[in-house]
């Protein structure tokens, strides 16, 4: 039997009333307790419009159960006062079970903050790439990856912070940091030495390489999976959409208003991801880890 990830709760979650309320509609399910997150597995796809409804129903039992406790209790609507707990619950989360995810959008907002606001082109110019035997004489060898974390516009920085997140937190859920920061550096110190060998321009940055390789890496781990995993899902659309802007980026329409693309870094990283992830496969490296079932 196919076991699938239909959801996640925190590690303290109490789910008793989720587990028997499933156990009455009589739906196969077990629960795994993970990377400091508790799974919910359920044995097929088509049971989730059921499960769904067994956890708005838990939901509901905990809310009463909580108001007979204490009945001046108020449950609280959405946008009331207890949305900015949410927030910092939200934000916490991300941090502890996606550090290295959070320091890579963390290191890409001081890299714009660095060309944007800072605006000192003596510090900027520490972290651009510059040619390999450069980098062996002088000792300089962070430039091989600094250029990744530099962002030259606000649209840069929001477009790149939003798939980094989107991608490379799963990715990281998924695999473990090591693994990750396996990919992230191959991906991304590849696309820098791919943009500037192809182009001969230093004046580049950015982490859409990088957001390229893990969509690549995604696209080899979503090919005939061994395990079924919702969490690694894309939709096809995002795809259709990032390889609508790789054509458009090397026709050179995006230069016409004034943006600056690293048409090569992108490329190169979407194939680097997918060779990293064949790589993996073809030596048999786990990257599912305990999500193996």
Same mark, same amino acid.
């Given at each position: 039997m196919s076991w699938y990830v239909h959801g996640e709760f925190p590690v303290h979650a109490d789910l008793q009333r989720l587990h028997k309320l499933l156990d009455q509609k009589k739906i196969p399910h077990r629960f795994t307790e993970e990377r400091g997150k508790q799974w919910l597995w359920v044995a097929s796809k088509d049971l989730a419009p059921s499960v769904d409804a067994c956890m708005g129903e838990a939901k509901k039992e905990e809310a009463r159960s909580e108001q007979a406790k204490d009945p001046t209790r108020v449950t609280s609507d959405p946008g009331s006062a207890d949305e900015p707990d949410t927030l910092m619950s939200t934000l916490s989360d991300f941090m502890r079970n996606t550090p290295l995810t959070f320091l890579t959008l963390l290191l890409g907002v001081l890299g714009y903050v660095l060309v944007r606001i800072v605006a000192?082109?003596?510090?900027?110019?520490?972290?651009?790439?510059?040619?390999?035997?450069?980098?062996?004489?002088?000792?300089?060898?962070?430039?091989?990856?600094?250029?990744?974390?530099?962002?030259?516009?606000?649209?840069?920085? #929001?477009?790149?912070?939003?798939?980094?997140?989107?991608?490379?937190?799963?990715?990281?859920?998924?695999?473990?940091?090591?693994?990750?920061?396996?990919?992230? #550096?191959?991906?991304?110190?590849?696309?820098?030495?791919?943009?500037?060998?192809?182009?001969?321009?230093?004046?580049?940055?950015?982490?859409?390489?990088?957001?390229?390789?893990?969509?690549?890496?995604?696209?080899?781990?979503?090919?005939?999976?061994?395990?079924q995993l919702e969490d690694l899902q894309i939709p096809t659309n995002v795809y259709v959409q990032v390889l609508i802007m790789l054509v458009l980026g090397f026709t050179g329409v995006f230069s016409l208003v004034g943006l600056h693309v690293a048409n090569w870094a992108h490329l190169g990283g979407g194939i680097l991801g997918v060779l990293v992830a064949v790589f993996m496969r073809v030596v048999r490296v786990d990257v599912y880890g305990k999500h193996r079932r």
């Amino acid at each position: 039997m196919s076991w699938y990830v239909h959801g996640e709760f925190p590690v303290h979650a109490d789910l008793q009333r989720l587990h028997k309320l499933l156990d009455q509609k009589k739906i196969p399910h077990r629960f795994t307790e993970e990377r400091g997150k508790q799974w919910l597995w359920v044995a097929s796809k088509d049971l989730a419009p059921s499960v769904d409804a067994c956890m708005g129903e838990a939901k509901k039992e905990e809310a009463r159960s909580e108001q007979a406790k204490d009945p001046t209790r108020v449950t609280s609507d959405p946008g009331s006062a207890d949305e900015p707990d949410t927030l910092m619950s939200t934000l916490s989360d991300f941090m502890r079970n996606t550090p290295l995810t959070f320091l890579t959008l963390l290191l890409g907002v001081l890299g714009y903050v660095l060309v944007r606001i800072v605006a000192v082109n003596e510090w900027i110019n520490v972290f651009y790439f510059f040619p390999v035997e450069y980098l062996w004489q002088s000792g300089q060898y962070w430039r091989m990856l600094s250029p990744t974390f530099l962002h030259m516009s606000e649209l840069h920085i #929001l477009f790149n912070g939003m798939f980094i997140v989107f991608t490379g937190a799963r990715l990281e859920r998924v695999m473990g940091a090591y693994l990750y920061l396996v990919v992230f #550096l191959s991906v991304a110190i590849g696309a820098n030495f791919i943009q500037f060998y192809l182009t001969g321009s230093w004046y580049f940055g950015g982490l859409s390489g990088v957001v390229f390789g893990y969509l690549g890496f995604l696209a080899v781990l979503n090919f005939r999976p061994p395990v079924q995993l919702e969490d690694l899902q894309i939709p096809t659309n995002v795809y259709v959409q990032v390889l609508i802007m790789l054509v458009l980026g090397f026709t050179g329409v995006f230069s016409l208003v004034g943006l600056h693309v690293a048409n090569w870094a992108h490329l190169g990283g979407g194939i680097l991801g997918v060779l990293v992830a064949v790589f993996m496969r073809v030596v048999r490296v786990d990257v599912y880890g305990k999500h193996r079932r």
